[in-house]
């Protein structure tokens, strides 16, 4: 009977491995496909067959791309956006957070209520846009920092985490004369830190992967994200009633090695890889983080 029970295991985990490769390969294959098709010169890449390795590598596009002005100038704000924005929303997330958490909280049922609210129910684009008007932030760099500030969504997971930790860890730090601003900093930050760490990585992509509020609330040139201005770039290679930006970029080249399609290949690259870079450098904390959240009872 046992070994049948394993012969049964290694069968389901086989079907597993198989299933989770098979997700894995149509998943990461567009992704792999357009970065092949990045690097392939543009006189061959109009043979067609390529799938999964470049036939001519090159690597004019991607040249080509980082000497585009508006390009660098979206890198730029959308970097500034990512690292200004994620860690002033984990602090609005985390404090907000903390002060539902709390039991004793004075209609804390009532307040919580009119926060989930806000996630079902909104006043649309036009009363958005009027209000961010009247507070000045259109066509301000700071439309992308307040607007993002919270997230009520992480607000309830962040609550939530805090709520299941035990009460003794805090009535501890209150007998040893902690105030609430002490107990927040040193006792619950440290041991939420893997579902801030999570938090963080979703506000980061969210910020990165955001182009509609850059195209809508803002005009200046200098003002447009990364993703804004490969919208830009695709919409404008669809439209055929006039010159799009890679064909600009392709004509100043003046060579066969870079089209239209390589560089839209590789502006995709450059405004895809930077945020993917970035999870493996925070995949160690949240192993750091689920030893300082261990809580002997």
Known sequence: MTASKSYSDRIYLTCVYVFLTFVFAITFYPFWNILVLSLNSADDSVRGGIYLWPRAINFDSYKQ???????????????????????????????LAFALSKRDLVYGRTITLFFIFTMYFGGGLIPYYMILKNVHLIDSFMVYIFPN???????????TFMQE??????????MDGANDVQIYWRIILPICVPVLVTIGLFSAINHWNSWFDSYVFTYKPNLKTLQAVLVKILNQYQTESFTSSANQMADSAKRNAVSSDTIR????????????????????????GMTLGAVKS
């Open 265 to 288: 290949m590789a502006a995709t690259m450059v405004a895809t890889l930077p945020i993917i870079m970035v999870y493996p450098f925070l995949q160690r904390y949240f192993v750091k």
């Open 65 to 95: 791309i980082l000497q585009d002005a508006e390009i660098l100038n979206g890198l730029k704000v959308t970097v500034l956006r990512t690292l200004i924005g994620t860690p002033l929303a984990l602090a609005v997330i985390s404090l």
């Open 149 to 159: 500030l919270m997230n009520v969504f992480f607000v309830i997971i962040v609550r």
């Open 165 to 174: 930790l035990p009460l003794e860890v805090e009535e501890s730090a209150k």
